[in-house]
Antibody, heavy 119, light 107 residues
Framework: QVQMEQSGGEVKRPGASVRVSCKAS????????VSWLRRAPGQGLEWMGW????????KYAQKFQGRVTLTTDTSTNTAYMELSNLRSDDTAVYYC????????????WGQGTLVTVSS | DIQMTQSPSTLSAFVGDRVTITCRAS??????LAWYQEKPGRAPRLLMS???ALQSGVPSRFSGSGSGTEFILTISNLQPDDSATYYC?????????FGLGTKLEIK
């Protein structure tokens, strides 16, 4: 079955970068795109950006433009989200999710990765 | 940006009851609305797209309705396994805005 397995939790200092991975299985990776979302404590789900696994085209939410980089490795069916210049308010659970096109809904999700930013 | 307002924020009901969750959009989103179920420590699960299209494997006890700015998720014959938080999400815009969720407790 379709699965999206995310990497484990991270603790980072302010100003650092974090990279979260999302390994997809059970479907043709290049036929879909991957979005990244996050939920900060007490906040709602927030869409960060989207990457086509077919051609690497990306679309970022304006809020994260310049700080987030999405990539894929089609040899390992893995998507990556890197967030730089971390601040304490970046503490959140980060999710990858499969998305057919843009904008669309998310039919499969990773389990979430907690990123804690603390000095 | 479109705002999505869900109500109620919490809900408590008995096994066998029918409950409804409302999601209102600040502007028309046609039928570009999805519903998700989330349980602690687990990946969110897509229940429905295009306001009322049930995803494969989702029990028919779940149903959706609405268009434009008002949408309803109905769960009939509540089961203990339905205890979860439910979210709506618009996909008319790139923002993919979510509602803040409705936590459903089964008594």
């Amino acid at each position: 079955q379709v699965q999206m397995e995310q990497s484990g939790g991270e603790v980072k200092r302010p100003g650092a970068s974090v990279r979260v991975s999302c390994k997809a299985s059970g479907y043709s990776f290049r036929h879909f795109a991957v979005s990244w979302l996050r939920r900060a404590p007490g906040q709602g789900l927030e869409w960060m950006g989207w990457i086509s696994a077919n051609n690497g085209f990306t679309k970022y939410a304006q809020k994260f433009q310049g700080r987030v980089t999405l990539t894929t490795d089609t040899s390992t069916n893995t998507a990556y989200m890197e967030l730089s210049n971390l601040r304490s308010d970046d503490t959140a659970v980060y999710y990858c999710a499969r998305e057919t096109s843009l904008p669309y809904f998310f039919d499969k999700w990773g389990q979430g990765t907690l990123v804690t930013v603390s000095s | 940006d479109i705002q999505m307002t869900q109500s109620p924020s919490t809900l408590s009901a008995f096994v066998g009851d029918r409950v409804t969750i409302t999601c209102r959009a600040s502007q028309s989103i046609s039928r570009w609305l999805a519903w998700y179920q989330e349980k602690p420590g687990r990946a969110p699960r897509l229940l429905m797209s295009e306001a009322s299209a049930l995803q494969s494997g989702v029990p028919s006890r779940f149903s959706g309705s609405g268009s434009g700015t008002e949408f309803i998720l109905t769960i009939s014959n509540l089961q203990p396994d339905d205890s979860a938080t439910y979210y709506c999400q618009e996909y008319k815009t790139y923002s993919h805005t979510f509602g803040l969720g409705t936590k459903l407790e089964i008594k």
